[in-house]
């Protein structure tokens, strides 16, 4: 773990100065950090996880007030909930001069053993964070090979019917979701990272996967969509762990077929 002093500049005076600031509020049980801090993998360009443990009877009180306690932390350019990335609990905040993402995570201490990680406390009052936090262990949710299974064929289908309709900007989309959703964290799990997007997945994967990883990204034509389609398949089914759908697989397939003729 990388002490306070290592870590940029603006960062720990931050981090400082946040631990400063909530110490005060009663309702706030404990600050922790997450993510890249954890991980010892913070640099001047990551934004910084916030976790804030909260007196389980002011919780809604303190859920009303969030916007204005990170407004007293400092300069808040703005910010917003994390509704968008399935978890309300999640306020996003730019902060600055010097330009900062913080994002602060409320959890009722009622709450405290759903969790990802095990962060790393900051600050707490007579250890009821490090005491709770300890009962259980935290993992990463992995990717769900029946889950992407189920869902991965229907998804190339429709990519291949919206190619084929000239929909390219949704085809593009729809590839990109694709390699976020199901390429990137197999790749990244396979890698022993943790299986987050496609996050670093430039400083995890191989150079051989990054080249196949590459090739599903296609330029704005048809041809050049409907092979990264095809290496989008190709990809996947290196990567797939678990039993497959191959009736999904041959129909979905067939009509990409069907789609290159049409298209060729």
């Known amino acids: 773990m990388a002490t306070f002093d290592q870590l940029p500049d603006p960062h720990k005076k931050f981090i400082d100065n946040s631990v400063s600031e909530l110490k005060h509020d009663s309702r706030i049980f404990g600050v922790a950090a997450g993510g890249s801090l954890l991980l010892d993998t913070m640099d001047q360009f990551n934004d910084i996880d916030l976790v804030l443990y909260i007196d389980p009877k002011h919780y809604q009180e303190v859920m009303a007030e969030r916007q204005a306690i990170a407004a007293g932390i400092g300069p808040l ?58 009962k259980t262990a935290a993992k990463f949710p992995q990717p769900d090979p029946i889950w992407i299974e189920a869902r991965f064929w229907t998804w190339i289908h429709y990519t291949a019917s919206k190619i084929g309709r000239g929909e390219l900007f949704e085809a593009i989309d729809s590839m990109s979701y694709m390699r976020a959703t199901v390429l990137g964290p197999l790749l990244l799990a396979k890698n022993g990272a943790r299986p987050q997007g496609l996050r670093k997945i430039e400083f995890q994967a191989t150079t051989t996967e990054l080249k196949e990883l590459k090739d599903t990204l296609p330029t704005y034509s048809s041809k050049s969509t409907l092979v990264a389609l095809r290496k989008t398949i190709e990809l996947y089914l290196r990567l797939r762990n678990g039993p497959g759908n191959q009736r999904a697989k041959t129909y979905a397939i067939q009509y990409l077929i069907h789609i290159e003729k049409m298209l060729d």
Do not use: M
């Not at 969790?115 to 007579?126: Q, Y």
């Open 77 to 134: 350019i703005e910010c917003f909930t994390g509704e968008h990335v399935g978890e309300p609990r999640l306020l996003i905040c730019l902060y600055g001069p010097p330009l900062l993402h913080i994002d602060f995570k409320f959890v009722s201490l009622d709450d405290i053993q759903e969790k990802v990680e095990n962060p790393l406390i900051l600050w707490e009052r007579a250890d009821q964070i490090s005491s709770l936090l300890n």
